[in-house]
């Protein structure tokens, strides 16, 4: 059974720093697809980041590339989410996704597992 659950969220001023997690309770995914999406109030869920099981793929939108990392560390079943560089438009509450489809995928329908989420919040 995969039980994601994310942490690390926060309030941090414009131009911070935070770094998300998302460990596996339930430890059964350490050979799932993830990903991190976000959805802002009023707003659709959109993807942010993923990686592929092994970690040698990973993909990002193009408004978070150059300051946010994806990675991951199979031996603890958890997935981060390093983000530099924040913006006010990064608040959002920040979910993370697993799946257990070989590769890397950005779409919110290839994802048949997901945390509760962690609110991020960037002050200006």
């Known amino acids: 059974q995969v039980q994601l659950v994310e942490s690390g969220g926060g309030l941090v001023q414009a131009g911070g720093s935070l770094r998300l997690s998302c460990a596996d309770s339930g430890r059964t995914s350490s050979t799932y697809a993830k990903g991190w999406f976000r959805q802002a109030p009023g707003k659709e869920r959109e993807f942010v980041a993923a990686i592929s099981w092994s970690g040698d793929r990973t993909d990002y939108a193009d408004f978070v590339k150059g300051r946010f990392t994806i990675s991951r560390d199979n031996t603890k079943n958890t997935v981060y989410l390093q983000m530099n560089s924040l913006k006010p438009e990064d608040t959002a509450v920040y979910y993370c996704?697993?799946?257990?489809?070989?590769?890397?995928?950005?779409?919110?329908?290839?994802?048949?597992?997901w945390g509760q989420g962690t609110q991020v919040t960037v002050s200006s």
């Open positions: 996704a697993a799946d257990p489809k070989i590769g890397v995928f950005l779409a919110k329908v290839s994802y048949n597992y």
